[in-house]
């Protein structure tokens, strides 16, 4: 059985196959991979998401959107008739959701932090 992850690599190439140009098969399958960014270098850094509620971990996520969907969608179930909105502080990469009722805005303890995961164990890093 093939993985999610393949599946959609397999997607991604024959979609590129279908409508590229008439070149190299196995660059345009490179090229479509890299450009939907399915594509990693072993010695890269992984960037995650982690959905929280105060100190809760909800979930992690591999975007920022699928991370603040899943926030704003528990802040719903107590807040059914507030409008919210995100205050990112793009020092920490902490993203805040803000909830406003009846004109008044107010935190929701919900936030969305990015994470840096190393791919290799770095002694020379700060602990």
């Known amino acids: ?22 070149y ?10 890299e450009s939907a960014q399915l594509l990693q270098s072993p010695d890269s850094e992984v960037i995650i998401y982690r959905a929280a509620w105060d100190t809760v971990p909800l979930g992690w996520y591999t975007t920022p959107t699928e991370a603040r969907k899943h926030c704003k969608a528990h802040a719903r179930r107590d807040l059914p008739t507030a409008s919210f909105d995100w205050i990112e502080d793009e020092e920490d990469g902490v993203a ?19 994470l840096e995961i190393a791919s290799k164990y770095d002694p020379e890093a700060d602990e």
Do not use: C, F, R
Not at 24 to 33: G, H, I, R, V, W
Not at 99 to 105: C, I, K, N, Y
């Open 96 to 114: 805040e959701l803000v909830a406003t009722v009846h004109g008044v805005e107010s935190p929701t303890g919900y936030t969305v932090t990015t």
């Open 24 to 33: 190299d098969l196995a660059t345009q399958a490179a090229e479509a991979l």
């Open 1 to 22: 059985m093939i993985s999610k992850l393949a599946m959609l690599a397999k997607k991604t190439i024959e979609a590129a196959w279908l409508n590229g140009s008439s």
